[in-house]
């Protein structure tokens, strides 16, 4: 991954604030807001007063992000967050209360514990709609996961922060059901937290800050239950908890907030590093656990680590014989794709044998025919041609003309695909001798301008002095012929065919060119196939058969040479011929 230099990274930012001028405003009227909480006296009024007003105005920013950002269907979970949120500020401005008109905290258990518990259960069940959106249906693998990351979380919880409150005086039982009630609801946060960090969900700006918020109230919750004997309003820990507010907030009025509960397909993979690492570390939780109470020398839970410990390899035997079975089914799927492969490849060969013998019975009916029809039109040729000698009438004669003209054109056809069946089954056998293409290229122009002359179209040659070529002067004729016809035929009247003769390096140049149609660069890559017509030839209704430039290519290739091909639609078409020199 290459790193964004200053010049690329500057705009990103600034863009992105442009994005988003709401989240990342709040986001900088909050951090000045903190620093100012702790500017103000220590411990005082004032300072309690002020923390609840930051929470409120996060509260309110919550609502407003999700009614800004989302559709009516889709801001549940993010109410819960705001009314969970609030339940933490009603909680606060109730020890504002006390603190500040009575000079004391409430006594314990109080509504201050009703609000605060009942906006951690709020707050849980937002994260779980979240994951809920992203995981869409709930896997039995996905539920195997949720259970270990909560037995582990659960078991480090208890040991080392729910199990010290039976060993602290309380007043009441109830009070102390209360304290142990607060981190009990802090292993929701976590697994909800665990759950997204490895979560499919798209790396979205407001995915990032719901992260960060949550990481850090749930931190805030552990330092808090760590030194609870020790605490007092205004200790650095509150910075923890105000950040969360604020970020939660930015998050909320973020716009990508929208997409936050839709994966991204990218990270879906069954078994990801992260979620490794995340299901290791709940597996390990019991040794662990054990290590460190036994390197701090503290009293060892001896019956909740081994019950811990069989839930957690209970559950890791379930999650793997889930892989197994996946495993045994992936098997069997891939024996059968195997064998269905097998039989697939077993029926295509068969096709393509029965396509080969249809393919060869095809030409074999062509081939057979065009010698049956070959016959009857040379007759036909024959008897039109002594009946033109005889015949005064001019009518009559006219009638003979086109009657000659048509049994040329089918005998012409006929020999084409006796030509085209030939050549599917072998070389093409040439009577080689030195020709002179100046020749012949003069005889199939002066051939050609009768056609040209019919259809409009103007027939230019340029040919100089060249070397002779080696080949069979009918065939190079028969080549000639199509190119020049195909010009004539595809060029519409007024337009100019231009046909050039010439020699560089050892090779004699034929060029052939039109201003017609045109093919486009698709169908040019199919132009010397056997049968092929072009779109525009077909529905300018042009005739033909296709395999006259199929028939050209083998007479190229058979002496040697090479033809080529520009086109460009409506503006005309060149083909080019090289052959070499005689040696």
């Given amino acids: 991954?290459?790193?964004?230099?200053?010049?690329?990274?500057?705009?990103?930012?600034?863009?992105?604030?442009?994005?988003?001028?709401?989240?990342?405003?709040?986001?900088?009227?909050?951090?000045?807001?903190?620093?100012?909480?702790?500017?103000l006296p220590a411990h005082s009024d004032v300072q309690s007063i002020y923390y609840v007003a930051i929470g409120a105005a996060s509260v309110a920013a919550i609502y407003v992000g999700a009614t800004r950002n989302l559709p009516p269907g889709e801001r549940l979970p993010w109410r819960l967050f705001a009314f969970g949120l609030l339940g933490q500020v009603a909680g606060d401005a109730i020890f504002a209360f006390y603190e500040v008109e009575l000079n004391r905290e409430p006594a314990s258990?109080?509504?201050?514990?009703?609000?605060?518990?009942?906006?951690?259960?709020?707050?849980?069940?937002?994260?779980?709609?979240?994951?809920?959106?992203l995981g869409g249906q709930t896997s039995r693998t996905a539920i195997l996961d949720t259970l270990l990351l909560f037995a582990g979380v659960a078991?480090?919880?208890?040991?080392?922060?729910?199990?010290?409150?039976?060993?602290?005086?309380?007043g009441t039982e109830a009070e102390r059901l209360v304290a142990m009630a607060y981190p009990a609801v802090d292993v929701l946060l976590l697994v909800g937290f665990a759950q997204l960090l490895v979560g499919p969900g798209?790396?979205?700006?407001?995915?990032?800050?719901?992260?960060v918020s949550l990481g850090l109230w749930i931190v805030a919750d552990e330092i808090y239950g760590l030194n609870v004997d020790s605490y007092q309003g205004g200790d650095w820990v509150d910075a923890l908890w105000l950040g969360s507010y604020v970020v939660w907030a930015a998050a909320a009025l973020d716009p990508s907030m929208a997409r936050i509960a839709q994966p991204d397909r990218r990270r879906l993979p069954r078994l990801s590093a992260a979620r490794l690492t995340v299901l290791a570390a709940a597996s390990l939780a019991a040794p662990v656990t054990l290590l460190i109470e036994r390197a701090a020398h503290h009293r060892v839970h001896a019956y909740v680590i081994a019950l811990g410990g069989a839930v957690l390899a209970a559950i890791v035997l379930a999650r793997l014989a889930g892989l197994v079975r996946a495993v045994e089914h992936a098997g069997l799927a891939e024996r059968l794709a195997r064998r269905e492969a097998e039989q697939a490849q077993q029926l295509l060969k068969y096709q393509n044998q029965q396509l080969v013998e249809l393919d060869k019975l095809k030409d074999e009916f062509v081939s057979s025919i065009s010698h049956e029809l070959r016959t009857p039109l040379t007759s036909i040729s024959g008897y039109v041609e002594l009946l033109l000698e005889e015949e005064?009438?001019?009518?009559?004669?006219?009638?003979?003309?086109?009657?000659?003209?048509?049994a040329d054109r089918l005998l012409a056809l006929v020999s084409d695909m006796l030509f085209a069946a030939r050549l599917q089954y072998g070389r093409l056998e040439l009577e080689r001798q030195s020709v002179d293409l100046r020749e012949l290229v003069m005889h199939s122009v002066d051939a050609a301008r009768p056609r040209?002359?019919?259809?409009?179209?103007t027939l230019h040659v340029d040919v100089a002095e060249v070397p002779a070529v080696l080949g069979e002067p009918g065939r190079l004729a028969q080549l000639l012929d199509n190119l020049v016809s195909n010009a004539i035929k595809f060029t519409p009247g007024g337009g100019r065919v231009a046909v050039s003769l010439s020699a560089h390096d050892g090779t004699v140049c034929i060029q052939v060119s039109d201003t017609g149609i045109g093919i486009t660069d698709v169908e040019r890559q199919r132009l010397f196939e056997r049968f092929f017509r072009s779109q525009s030839a077909l529905e300018a209704q042009i005739q033909g058969t296709g395999l006259g430039l199929y028939i050209s290519k083998a007479i190229v290739e058979a002496h040697g040479g090479r033809?080529?091909?520009?086109?460009?639609?409506?503006?005309?078409?060149?083909?080019?011929?090289?052959l070499p020199v005689a040696q």
């Fill in 1 to 39: 991954m290459t790193t964004p230099s200053l010049s690329e990274a500057v705009p990103a930012v600034t863009s992105r604030l442009r994005a988003a001028p709401a989240a990342w405003t709040f986001l900088g009227a909050g951090a000045v807001a903190i620093l100012v909480y702790f500017l």
């Fill in 109 to 133: 258990p109080s509504v201050a514990d009703v609000f605060y518990l009942g906006g951690y259960l709020l707050l849980a069940a937002g994260v779980f709609l979240v994951l809920r959106r």
């Fill in 155 to 170: 078991l480090v919880q208890w040991i080392f922060f729910i199990d010290p409150y039976n060993h602290m005086p309380f």
């Fill in 202 to 211: 798209g790396r979205t700006t407001a995915y990032r800050l719901l992260l």
């Fill in 392 to 406: 005064e009438s001019a009518d009559k004669r006219g009638h003979l003309a086109i009657i000659d003209r048509n």
């Fill in 452 to 457: 040209a002359a019919a259809a409009a179209v």
């Fill in 563 to 578: 033809i080529g091909v520009e086109s460009e639609p409506g503006a005309g078409t060149t083909f080019v011929v090289e």
